[in-house]
Structure formats: structure tokens, C-alpha cells
């Protein structure tokens, strides 16, 4: 606690004055508080020494209670202060869809002042599908100037969203210009899946792979879209999205060469997977997929599927059975058991922590799991 002695003129040669002692602001607030008042300031800190005047004041309860009252308001009108300029300090709110969606802008915008990034989804949720949208959710899409989505039919329900919600939001698509492949599950699933409830999120027969940022290859081209979106979007700042993207897309690049190189040392290059996650990094490393555990995603293989897969396995001698953390390896592992193929766990980023080291990280990871295999 300090004291500040105020003096406040009454005639040209009368000043009053009155010590303050403030709990609830800082020594910066309380100057800033007198100055608002148009008082002179002077600061004695707490050694109780007053001017003789300080009787005079005193006899001025009036003044007297209005200052207290106002100092000890202060604080709050301070803090409220802070928050509209704060407010105010963000001109561009960006509002992303899903995990890596988030993790590439993040990477792209920076520490650019006056940008705010905002996920939309639950970091956890995966692939979003025939996801529905919770009020709280469709108010950020509200408060956006700017949607970045994945694209590649992944976020189908964004489009009746925008129409209600903001219609006037740009929007960026990450996969803009990417060569999508189609989703082989929506074009293999059984009646009995394709007739599943909502909640499972079945593929729409003929729909394409949304996975694109499995692979670095592809997640440098949608960070290319993103800054390049961004700089549209965003012409005053555009070179700053630039360079950031530029820099993030060297980075993932050079991951993608790596894998690229571990993965052609090996003669066999057949793999099992869980199911279409890393599809599109099969087709740029070189991988051979053989095919996959499950028919959807979460629906495992019956007996029958089992007793297939494993003639297939020894069949086509598979390399390695991807599996990933997203689902159970419990399938994955008696395959293993049964064949002697080696387990290949890999982290799609399809859920996760929203941060701007998250994706690289994980391929990083991915990169030294795949070194123990393909040897």
C-alpha cells in the first residue's frame, strides 16, 4: 500500500490536500486517476509526513467523500478500460473448423496483433461429418469475418449454418486446388452400414476423402491456401501471413521428403489400415494399401471379415498394419498375432490440443515410427 498526497486548488494561494490510500490499485492507476481529476500529483510513499494544509482539506468533507468514493471505483473503470481497448485491439476474428484446420492457421497468423483464431469444433470430435451445431457455436460463426474450413466435403453442415448465421463471413477452403480422392469406404459399405443411424456418421456413397492433412505433402499446400486466403482477405498484413506461411511450409515439406525417403528404402511397401485416415499419405510416400480393418470408422470386422483379412495379410505379405489412437488396436493386434505383421501406430491429428506445435510434433513422431519399420 502507498500513499499519494493530492493538491487541489481552492484560491490562488489556498491547497487543499488529502492522502490516499489505495488496496485495489496500483501506484499507475491512482496517477492515472489524479491526472483525470486535474490535480497535481505528488508522491511522499508511506512515511506520514503531511503538508500543514492538510486541515484544510480535511474541513472539506464534501470533496472529501466524492475522492474516496472515486478512487475506490477506480480500479473497476480501469479494468472495464482494458477490456474495450482490448476488444477494440482485435480487428480480424478468424474462426476455424476442425483440429489441423486450426493448428495450420495458427501457424500462419502468428503473433500478429489484432488476430484472433478461434476453433469452432471440439478439438476431440475428429471428423466432423453430419456434426450439428450447438448455439454457442453457431455465435462464433456469428462473430467471424473470416471461416476457414477443411473442405473436401468434411464440414457439409457449414454451408446452412453461413446462410443463417453470417452470411457475410469470408470463407477460406484449406483444400482449395488439392487432388481429392475419393472415399473408397462410401463406395464399399454394406447395406447395414450405409443404413446406420446419424450418429455413426456413415459416408455419403460417392463422397470424397476429407483426410488431406495426413500428409505433410498436402498440409503444406493447405497452408499455402490459408495464408494466401488470409493475405486476400487481409491485404495490410498480408505479407506477414506470407512469411509465416512460407516458413511452416519448408517445415512440413522437408517432414514429407523425410517419410518419403524412409518409405522408398523398402522393397515392400503394403500396408493395413485401420481405415481411409492415411489414404492420401499412402499416395504420396509410395504405400500400397491393401485395405482396411473396418468397413467405417468404429464398426469392427465380424469373423468372417477377420478369417479374410487374414488370408489377405499372408497373401499379399503385408509390411505393416497402420493403426491409430483414435480407435481401439484391439483387431489390429490379434491380426499381428496371427500373420507376425508388424503394428505401424500413427497419430492422423484429427484430434488433439489446438496448438501451433501440435501437427509437427506428431509427424515428427510418425516419422521415427515409420524408421523402425521400413528399414
Same mark, same amino acid.
Given at each position: 500500500?502507498?500513499?499519494?498526497?493530492?493538491?487541489?486548488? #481552492?484560491?490562488?494561494?489556498?491547497?487543499?490536500?488529502? @492522502?490516499?490510500?489505495?488496496?485495489?490499485?496500483?501506484?499507475?492507476?491512482?496517477?492515472?486517476?489524479?491526472?483525470?481529476?486535474?490535480?497535481?500529483?505528488?508522491?511522499?510513499?508511506?512515511?506520514?509526513?503531511?503538508?500543514?494544509?492538510?486541515?484544510?482539506?480535511?474541513?472539506?468533507?464534501?470533496?472529501?467523500? #466524492?475522492?474516496?468514493?472515486?478512487?475506490?471505483?477506480?480500479?473497476?473503470?480501469?479494468?472495464?478500460?482494458?477490456?474495450?481497448?482490448? %476488444?477494440?485491439?482485435?480487428?480480424? $476474428?478468424?474462426?476455424?473448423?476442425?483440429?489441423?484446420?486450426?493448428?495450420?492457421?495458427?501457424?500462419?497468423?502468428?503473433?500478429?496483433?489484432?488476430?484472433?483464431?478461434?476453433?469452432?469444433?471440439?478439438?476431440?470430435?475428429?471428423?466432423?461429418?453430419?456434426?450439428?451445431?450447438?448455439?454457442?457455436?453457431?455465435?462464433?460463426?456469428?462473430?467471424?469475418?473470416?471461416?476457414?474450413?477443411? *473442405?473436401? *466435403?468434411?464440414?457439409?453442415?457449414? *454451408?446452412?449454418?453461413?446462410?443463417?448465421?453470417?452470411?457475410?463471413?469470408?470463407?477460406?477452403?484449406?483444400?482449395?486446388?488439392?487432388?481429392?480422392?475419393?472415399?473408397?469406404?462410401?463406395?464399399?459399405?454394406?447395406?447395414?452400414? @450405409?443404413?446406420?443411424?446419424?450418429?455413426?456418421?456413415?459416408?455419403? %456413397?460417392?463422397?470424397?476423402?476429407?483426410?488431406? #492433412?495426413?500428409?505433410?505433402?498436402?498440409?503444406?499446400?493447405?497452408? $499455402?491456401?490459408?495464408?494466401? *486466403?488470409?493475405?486476400? =482477405?487481409?491485404?495490410?498484413?498480408?505479407?506477414?501471413?506470407?512469411?509465416?506461411?512460407?516458413?511452416?511450409?519448408?517445415?512440413?515439406? @522437408?517432414?514429407?521428403?523425410?517419410?518419403?525417403?524412409?518409405?522408398?528404402?523398402?522393397?515392400? @511397401?503394403?500396408?493395413?489400415? =485401420?481405415?481411409?485416415?492415411?489414404?492420401?499419405?499412402?499416395?504420396?510416400?509410395?504405400?500400397?494399401?491393401?485395405?482396411?480393418?473396418?468397413?467405417?470408422?468404429?464398426?469392427?470386422?465380424?469373423?468372417?471379415?477377420?478369417?479374410?483379412?487374414?488370408?489377405?495379410?499372408?497373401?499379399?505379405?503385408?509390411?505393416?498394419? =497402420?493403426?491409430?489412437?483414435?480407435?481401439?488396436?484391439?483387431?489390429?493386434?490379434?491380426?499381428?498375432?496371427?500373420?507376425?505383421?508388424?503394428?505401424?501406430?500413427?497419430?492422423?491429428?484429427?484430434?488433439?490440443?489446438?496448438?501451433?506445435?501440435?501437427? %509437427?510434433?506428431?509427424?515428427?513422431?510418425?516419422?521415427?515410427?515409420?524408421?523402425?519399420?521400413?528399414?
Amino acid at each position: 500500500m502507498f500513499t499519494l498526497t493530492v493538491y487541489h486548488k #481552492w484560491s490562488h494561494n489556498s491547497y487543499h490536500i488529502i @492522502k490516499r490510500h489505495s488496496r485495489g490499485a496500483s501506484e499507475r492507476e491512482s496517477r492515472l486517476f489524479l491526472r483525470n481529476i486535474g490535480s497535481p500529483i505528488k508522491a511522499f510513499g508511506d512515511d506520514g509526513k503531511n503538508p500543514a494544509n492538510t486541515i484544510n482539506m480535511l474541513k472539506n468533507k464534501a470533496f472529501l467523500v #466524492w475522492l474516496l468514493a472515486f478512487g475506490f471505483m477506480f480500479p473497476n473503470l480501469l479494468t472495464a478500460q482494458g477490456a474495450e481497448v482490448k %476488444e477494440k485491439e482485435t480487428r480480424l $476474428r478468424i474462426v476455424t473448423t476442425i483440429l489441423p484446420v486450426t493448428i495450420f492457421t495458427l501457424n500462419v497468423v502468428g503473433q500478429t496483433p489484432g488476430v484472433r483464431v478461434e476453433m469452432l469444433l471440439p478439438p476431440n470430435l475428429g471428423c466432423p461429418h453430419d456434426y450439428d451445431l450447438t448455439p454457442g457455436e453457431m455465435k462464433r460463426i456469428s462473430r467471424a469475418e473470416v471461416i476457414i474450413a477443411n *473442405g473436401l *466435403g468434411l464440414e457439409e453442415f457449414l *454451408g446452412k449454418a453461413l446462410k443463417q448465421a453470417n452470411p457475410r463471413a469470408r470463407m477460406i477452403t484449406a483444400t482449395e486446388g488439392i487432388a481429392g480422392l475419393q472415399d473408397q469406404e462410401s463406395l464399399h459399405q454394406p447395406e447395414k452400414a @450405409k443404413s446406420a443411424s446419424a450418429h455413426d456418421h456413415p459416408h455419403p %456413397e460417392g463422397s470424397m476423402n476429407g483426410h488431406a #492433412w495426413v500428409s505433410p505433402k498436402q498440409a503444406a499446400l493447405m497452408v $499455402r491456401n490459408i495464408a494466401e *486466403g488470409l493475405a486476400l =482477405v487481409d491485404p495490410g498484413r498480408a505479407e506477414t501471413y506470407r512469411a509465416n506461411g512460407k516458413e511452416y511450409q519448408r517445415k512440413l515439406e @522437408k517432414l514429407f521428403e523425410e517419410m518419403k525417403a524412409v518409405v522408398g528404402r523398402s522393397p515392400n @511397401k503394403k500396408v493395413l489400415t =485401420v481405415h481411409n485416415s492415411f489414404d492420401y499419405l499412402a499416395r504420396d510416400i509410395g504405400w500400397q494399401v491393401v485395405g482396411s480393418i473396418q468397413s467405417r470408422p468404429g464398426v469392427e470386422p465380424s469373423p468372417r471379415d477377420m478369417a479374410r483379412l487374414i488370408r489377405m495379410i499372408k497373401k499379399e505379405g503385408v509390411t505393416a498394419i =497402420v493403426t491409430e489412437p483414435q480407435y481401439s488396436d484391439k483387431t489390429a493386434r490379434t491380426l499381428s498375432r496371427e500373420t507376425g505383421t508388424a503394428i505401424l501406430p500413427l497419430e492422423p491429428v484429427a484430434t488433439g490440443r489446438p496448438a501451433a506445435d501440435t501437427y %509437427e510434433r506428431a509427424m515428427k513422431a510418425n516419422l521415427e515410427a515409420m524408421k523402425k519399420i521400413f528399414r
